[in-house]
């Protein structure tokens, strides 16, 4: 909104018209966020703890998780609420890919806040019953593959990016929506599982979405798309504002949730922020490339499937718990340790995925 604002007071000032730029805007954005998590964390911490809603422990899980047993969850209301303002403020709200985001944002957010509402407020250790939350994930999913499929203008919008290879680009055609709603439900639900420990599942996210930031504002700039051959879209500038918003609004989230954590994001937190990353990685043409930066995501994801399938089929299992962040806890190491490792893995591998931009 403030950007309007602007445009119309730099008649009267030119100074006005540094807001046209994006990385202006991106860096306010970031700055918006954080301040606005830092400010209402505590608020919303005490609040939380005044409804008594606190997270729900397994009985099963690692004996030093029972301590957590109570702790405030449903704490991604602040992260959202974070980036909302922000990009409300700061980004361009005629942007069709910024509305989109802001849907997938909303809607993800409403699937895991009735998630968690289930089972911190009514008690219900199950929450949301498994099909109706994929049900609802796929809708979304669903409406947004549909759209950016139809109000696709340009072909690089419908094409897919192969690292590595600057000439594979294969159009997509009808493939795009099954793709895109794979990459939105899929990395929705992968940081979704890798939300179990204090500051594990933000830390990635923070970095992946950094890079994309990176990578929206390389795409959306025609000079620096056609020397990296990746698409140009003009559209794409504009995520920078979404990226940024998410990484402060992450990394403000990150002082309350870092071990021992005050507060627990909950579903509302990582289903909104995984689908928002997908969506970030659809609208970029980059859906490989987070496969590769948000490999702990995979590697969670990957390890959950492991399980499931080789206890089903051979009646063993792989892992002493899934997914893998409990085992590496069950095996003896400090809950810091696990934690700092996989961010230092999800940074190895954010620098391999932005390296392929160049390597071509």
Known sequence: ???????????????????????????????????????????????????????????????????????????????????????????????????????????????????????????????????????????????????????????????????????????????????????????SNAVNLTDGLDGLAIMPTVMVAGAFALIAYLSGHAQFANYLHIPHLPEAGELVIVCTAIVGAGLGFLWFNTYPAQVFMGDVGSLALGAALGTIAVLVRQEILLIIMGGVFVMETVSVILQVGSYKLRGQRIFRMAPIHHHYELKGWPEPRVIVRFWIISLFLVLLGLATLKLR
């Open 1 to 187: 909104m403030l950007v309007y604002l602007a445009e119309y007071l730099t008649q009267f000032y030119s100074g006005f018209n540094v807001f046209s730029y994006v990385t202006f805007r991106a860096i306010l954005g970031l700055l918006t966020a954080l301040v606005f998590s830092l400010w209402w964390g505590p608020k919303l911490i005490e609040r939380l703890q005044l409804l008594q809603i606190g997270q729900v422990v397994r009985n099963d899980g690692p004996e030093s998780h029972f301590s957590k047993r109570g702790t405030p969850t449903m704490g991604g209301l602040l992260i959202l609420a974070g980036i909302f303002i922000s990009v409300l403020l700061w980004g361009d709200l005629s942007s069709r890919y910024v509305l989109v985001m802001l849907f997938v944002l909303a809607a993800f957010g409403a699937i895991g806040f009735l998630d968690d509402y289930l089972k911190v407020v009514k008690k219900n250790s199950k929450g949301l019953i498994a099909r109706w939350k994929y049900a609802g994930q796929s809708i979304a999913a669903l409406v947004v593959a549909f759209y950016l499929y139809a109000s696709s203008a340009i072909p690089g919008e419908t094409q897919l990016v192969v690292p590595f290879f600057k000439d594979v680009m294969p159009q997509l055609g009808i493939v795009f929506i099954f793709l895109a709603y794979f990459t939105i439900v899929g990395a």
